[in-house]
């Protein structure tokens, strides 16, 4: 449901149920009040056809033809029925077709349609006037409704086959409609994503009014970051070139004066410049890196270290998949590799190993030593940010900081704890490509 499109499908397939349903509804009643009233209009026209039929002589007593116009009345249980009463509700006369149907006649004449027993009734009191005095009658006919049943019940069958169908159409006029009208959200995404990849730096196009706003607002907002990330650049190159000269110099004098913590003071300067320097420069990066391999930039840097520590004669020891792929931007990939690399290969006494497994949408990077170890107590203090670098253990470096910072910044983290061997272990988590 946190999709656009799915909530707009179901409240559009809602919206067609529920218009289908109440249209069923509705139509299905306006239908049986039309059956209703035809048959109720038939059944007058059978009355008044009764009525036509009867005869009273001069002393009062009714008479009736032998074959009556309508042959349903002749047939026992037709469905079709009449009879005539008295004014005390007698039946005076009954249609042939009255007998065995068992309808029960009410005491009151229905002057209007009347559904009773399965059975609609319709009558009406007449007064059969003679020259000395008038007769009343009471004229009653009927209708099993089985008939009406069944006709409505068809219409409903009828309705709903085509009522489906159409639904089922206008479901899919929808779902193309939506498709169609969602097709600008769609292109602005796959564009956000190629700006998050570094594969394209503004979103183009023309974009529909509704959302050109928006559009235009997040053109500017990479603008301005494009402007914001350059003038940091630029104010880095002129700190670099500024302090290139004269920390040079610190450094030289540093080396040849005999005041150790001048010495001291002096690298550690140096180190944090370079640590600050490197931190600034990857802000602003695109926030989603590309895939990468990760068994080539590993094998560069293997072979480098090997040559770096031939006289030492280390076994370096890769067990990655070729195909195994990290999101993270490649100079960042060996930035980061090659400083817990070189740390491990500083340290260890005769071998380094690297592992990497992926584990559902990261890669754990596992790089062991075995030499010394970093000590439980020292192991965050050399992660720490800020001034708390200074307290990093002699000949650590920044490296494991920066690791650290480039492992967070692409969305994993950076842990150290034991190895097998004694040594140390450094597990970097990297979103998997």
Known sequence: MNAITTRLVLLSLAI???????????????????????????????????????????????????????????????????????????????????????????????????????????????????????????????????????????????????LGVMAVLLSLALGIGLWLGLAPLRRAGREVEEIESGQRERLEGNYPREIRGLTQRINRLLEHQQRQQQRWRHA??????????????????????EDSELRDQARRMDRIIQYQLQRAGRAGQALEQPAVPLAGPVQRLLRTLQKVHAERGLAFEPDLPETLRVRLNEDDLMELLGNLLDNAAKWARSRVRITARQEGNQVRIRIEDDGPGIPAEAREAILARGMRLDEQRP???????????????????????????????????????
């Open 16 to 162: 067609a149920l529920g218009f289908t349903l109440l249209a069923a509804l509705g139509l299905q009643r306006a239908f049986e009040q039309a059956a209703e009233q035809a048959l109720e209009q038939r059944l007058r026209g059978e009355l008044y056809l009764l009525m036509a039929q009867a005869e009273v002589d001069d002393s009062g007593r009714l008479q009736m033809p032998q074959r009556l116009p309508l042959p349903e009345w002749m047939l026992p249980v037709s469905g079709h029925y009449a009879w005539i009463l008295d004014e005390r509700g007698r039946v005076l006369w009954a249609a042939p077709s009255t007998r065995g149907s068992g309808l029960s006649l009410p005491r009151a004449v229905p002057a209007t349609l009347l559904h009773r027993d399965g059975h609609y009734l319709l009558g009406r009191l007449v007064r059969w006037e003679l020259e000395d005095r008038s007769v009343p009658l009471a004229f009653v006919v009927a209708e099993d409704e089985a008939p009406l049943v069944a006709e409505v019940a068809h219409f409903r069958g009828t309705l709903l086959r085509w």
């Open 395 to 433: 000949g650590q470096g920044i490296g494991l900081a920066v690791a650290a910072e480039i492992a967070a910044e692409a969305g994993g983290g950076l842990d150290i704890g034991a190895a097998d061997t004694g040594g140390a272990r450094i597990e970097v988590r990297l979103p998997a490509g």
């Open 236 to 257: 880095l190159g002129d700190l670099a070139h500024s302090l290139k000269t004269p920390l040079a110099v610190i450094l030289g004098l540093a080396e040849r004066s």
